[in-house]
Nanobody
Framework: VQLQASGGGLVQAGGSLRLSCRTS????????IGWFRQAPGKEREWVSV????????LYRTNVKGRFTMTRDNAKNTVYLQMNNLKLEDSAVYYC?????????????????WGQGTLVTVSS
């Protein structure tokens, strides 16, 4: 099983980026995908998660209304559209997968992780 995150970059505050997480090696679609981020000197924090079944999403409070997570099972890809980016959104973003329909928000509950993609928001 592999997860490949991409789409990070440098953007000015107020701008937008779309992150992608492509998965491979799963035998079915029965896994939730979460996004996490880690800024220098800080712990990894949960950002959002999308269910394996009906596309239900959850977001951390300070990204609600700005970030949108979608899933294209035909392409084995999950997206994180990030709008109105703020300086505090700067971090390495990771996608991760957890088996089943659980909308997990704790890193330790996830089974598989991708490499990170760096998002830098400048003033």
């Amino acid at each position: 099983v592999q997860l490949q995150a991409s789409g990070g970059g440098l953007v000015q505050a107020g701008g937008s980026l779309r992150l992608s997480c492509r998965t491979s090696g799963f035998t079915d679609d029965d896994y939730a995908i979460g996004w996490f981020r880690q800024a220098p000197g800080k712990e990894r924090e949960w950002v959002s998660v999308i269910s394996s079944t009906d596309g239900t999403t959850l977001y951390r409070t300070n990204v609600k209304g700005r970030f949108t997570m979608t899933r294209d099972n035909a392409k084995n890809t999950v997206y994180l559209q990030m709008n109105n980016l703020k300086l505090e959104d700067s971090a390495v973003y990771y996608c991760a997968a957890v088996r089943g329909a659980l909308l997990a928000t704790v890193p330790g509950m996830y089974d598989y992780w991708g490499q990170g993609t760096l998002v830098t928001v400048s003033s």
